[in-house]
């Protein structure tokens, strides 16, 4: 079974607006960590943001939040007041503990921010 | 503070031809991996190493070989390239704690012709 599941091959947004993308991920392990980076089309990967399992709060880092709905098991990435320069590949990962030594990356999600 | 480097930026190699690529991070992680990416794809995980001497695969192992000989330095080898193997390699870093975040390298395009 996949780790991380991105359904959204490509999204389009209006400038200013705001865009949701998707992340469910699947584990077993109680102490988990989720990633999101955004890799623009010059190729180097930019970490976003990141949310602990035991977190009570959903993270925040500026433009960015992570919609943590742990029953659901879903880690969606919320980018408000869009921007041209948001147009970029968008990858959600996860980190367990008991297999600390590796991260599992999505498929990935493509953004287009439209003018 | 340098990160994550890698070195060459760009390659051509003809099959059948060998390579490493280099792979440096001065941030003192246990953790350091080698990850591919084919065009319009995600990362695929080649290799990762848990600290100096230890060296596991990941899902795509064939073809290429990891040392670690010392905490800074990871490179990758690429044996009898073959066209399958043109991609774009990234080498990323973290350390032991569950909330840090890898670090890449700037990446490796390589393209076997």
């Known amino acids: 079974a996949q780790k991380i599941t991105q359904t959204q091959p490509g999204m389009f947004v209006q400038e200013k607006e705001a865009v949701t993308l998707d992340c469910t991920y699947d584990?077993?392990?109680?102490?988990?960590?989720l990633f999101w980076y955004k890799q623009p089309s010059s190729g180097e990967m930019i970490f976003l943001i990141y949310?602990?399992?035991?977190?009570?709060q959903n993270a925040t880092e500026g433009r960015y939040s992570l919609n943590f709905q742990k029953a659901r098991k879903s880690a969606n990435l919320v980018i408000s007041a869009s921007q041209l320069g948001d147009s970029a590949m968008y990858f959600c990962?996860?980190?367990?503990?008991?297999?600390?030594?590796?991260?599992?990356f999505g498929t990935g999600t493509s953004l287009t921010v439209i003018p | 503070n340098a990160g994550v480097t890698q070195t060459p930026k760009f390659r051509i190699l003809k099959i059948g031809q060998s390579m490493t690529l280099q792979c440096a991070q001065d941030?003192?992680?246990?953790?350091m991996y080698w990850y591919r990416q084919d065009p319009g794809m995600g990362l695929k995980l080649i290799y990762y190493?848990?600290?100096?001497?230890?060296?596991d695969k990941g899902e795509v192992p064939n073809g290429y070989n990891v040392s670690r000989s010392t905490t800074e330095d990871f490179p990758l080898r690429l044996e009898l390239a073959a066209p399958s193997q043109t991609s774009v390699y990234f080498c990323?870093?973290?350390?032991?704690?569950?909330?840090?975040?890898?670090?890449f390298g700037p990446g490796t395009r390589l393209l076997v012709l």
């Open positions: 990962a996860m980190r367990e503990a008991t297999t600390g030594n590796q991260f599992y």
């Open positions: 584990t077993s392990d109680p102490s988990y960590g």
């Open positions: 949310q602990g399992s035991y977190d009570q």
């Open positions: 941030m003192n992680h246990n953790y």
């Open positions: 190493s848990v600290g100096a001497g230890i060296t």
């Open positions: 990323a870093s973290n350390g032991r704690g569950g909330g840090e975040t890898q670090y």
